[in-house]
């Protein structure tokens, strides 16, 4: 499946090996990615497309705000996350 904005993915490499995010950002072969909680929306994970598995779900939530408003909030990708299985950090 193809990675895009809004994507949930999981990460395969690194430390933060298992934790789940949600695109933010598609650029060539690497993407910027954040959950809310330890990834803050102000400064998101570049990680490359390589390392990271990709899940058949997409934050239509997400996707739209980010396309219309341009910006979401870190508790609007908590929200998105916990809804698709919760988030792995704590």
Known sequence: MKIEVGSVVRSKAGR?????????????NYVYMANG?????????KKKIKHLQCSQT???FI??????????TNSELRKALAQVGGNDNG
């Open 63 to 72: 996707a739209n705000k980010l396309r219309t408003a341009g910006k979401v």
């Open 58 to 60: 997409v934050s239509e």
């Open 16 to 28: 933060d090996k298992g934790d789940l995010f949600i695109v933010l950002a598609v650029d060539g």
């Open 37 to 45: 909680d330890l990834r803050k929306v102000d400064k998101p994970k």
